[in-house]
């Protein structure tokens, strides 16, 4: 029997604008990927913005996520923040609350959260905030799934509260020997030639894996892959990650 090519959803972080501002080109992302993770009111997300984002997901059969974060709008959601366990439930259901609301104005619906920045990151190790955020999709009803980095401590909590998982990779992130990202205040923590961000991609696709700045391998189970919407070149990047993959036999489907 013929293997079945490999099954990829290829995510963006989008809506991440205020007002008149804006981080990325959310409408040429749209032509590349399957799910938007679009920003709720933490690190970026004003109504109007949300609104344009949900729509334009709509109009395009994208999926759409919960991009929630820390309440941080000036350090962009990347500063630590430590908050209380139950303010952190609170927060994450009112932002996803704000979403769905919104998605609901446009006639479409949430279908998981992706936590951004450096709550992705705390969540991976801490236990207090992990377990915040999957209090907080309990809380909402269970039935949301969660995008989490392969080993986080946030996936096992969740898997034991009953939550699906649906384990992320990055195609533009140097990974180190443990599985987790190199600190974006570290150099060369983030990749930005097209070449070396396609063939990470195609690693991670094909391969399950990826190789650290050291050249060990990392094994990365995942079903989707995100292509960061902020970047510098970020749409010719995706674009560059989606030609490579399709070129390889890669299927695009959305995980959630």
């Known amino acids: 029997m013929t293997a079945q090519p490999p099954l990829l959803d290829l995510n963006a972080d989008l809506g991440e604008g205020f007002g008149d501002w804006s981080m990325g080109d959310d409408e040429a992302m749209l032509d590349v990927v399957t799910t938007a993770n679009v920003a709720c009111g933490g690190h970026a997300g ?6 344009a984002a949900v729509r334009a997901c709509r109009a395009r059969g994208v999926a759409l996520t919960a991009h929630v974060a820390y309440p ?15 303010d952190l439930t609170d927060q994450v259901i009112v932002q996803v609350g704000a979403l769905q609301a ?15 920045g450096a ?9 207090g905030q992990a377990g915040a955020v999957v209090r907080a999709l309990v809380e909402l009803g269970g039935e949301l799934p969660l995008v989490a980095a392969p080993g986080a401590l946030v996936w096992q909590f969740a898997q034991e509260a009953g939550i699906e998982v649906v384990l992320e990779g990055f195609a533009d ?4 020997a443990d599985g987790t990202l190199t600190p974006r205040s570290r150099p060369g923590a983030v990749l930005t030639d097209p070449e070396a961000v396609a063939a990470q991609a195609l690693s991670i696709a ?7 700045a050291e050249g060990r391998w990392v094994e990365l189970p995942v079903r989707t892959l995100c292509l960061h919407g902020d970047t510098p070149g970020a749409v010719a990047l995706a674009h ?4 490579r993959l399709e070129a390889a036999g890669v299927r695009f489907e959305a995980a959630l």
Do not use: C, N
């Open 46 to 51: 004003d109504p109007r913005t949300m609104r």
């Open 72 to 86: 941080d709008l000036q350090g962009f959601g990347r500063r630590f923040l430590d908050i209380s366990p139950a």
């Open 102 to 116: 919104m998605a609901r104005a446009e006639g479409t619906t949430v279908r998981g959260i992706k936590p951004h």
């Open 119 to 127: 709550l992705y990151s705390a969540i991976a190790s801490h236990e």
């Open 173 to 176: 992130r140097v990974y180190l």
């Open 206 to 212: 094909a391969e399950r894996g990826a190789r650290t």
């Open 240 to 243: 560059a990650v989606r030609s």
